[in-house]
């Protein structure tokens, strides 16, 4: 079954609540972060769905993997910078939780994917 649009694709819609989840967190990040961590953490998080919407509207099965592949590397960047906020304590521990289940729902779906791409 052919989806009409990314936007039916559940790892485009949960990496979308990411992104949100990593707004809501940075927005109680200290002020003196803004142009630091906060911006590196939005670029990454946006860059995600982002990714998937390109790679799926590319026009071979080639482009699109790539940019699953480009989306699974800014979930990793954007892992680590979590990593780095959470050791620098810009915010309570268990505000990073619900940030971090999800990041880490969507990595698995991008590997999901890009392993299903090389198989065919």
Do not use: C
């Amino acid at each position: 079954m052919k989806l009409k649009s990314h936007k039916e694709l559940i790892v485009w819609r949960k990496s979308m609540e990411l992104a949100t989840l990593i707004y809501e967190l940075t927005s109680i990040f200290p002020r003196s972060e803004l142009y630091g961590i906060i911006s590196q953490m939005r670029r990454a998080a946006v860059s995600i769905p982002s990714n998937i919407a390109e790679g799926y509207g590319r026009s071979s099965r080639k482009e699109y993997r790539q940019f699953l592949y480009i989306a699974y590397g800014n979930a990793l960047e954007l892992e680590t910078q979590l990593i780095i906020a959470k050791k620098l304590k810009l915010s309570n521990t268990g505000d990073f939780e619900k940030s971090e289940s999800v990041l880490q729902e969507v990595l698995k779906m991008l590997n999901s994917m890009t392993n299903k791409f090389k198989s065919v």
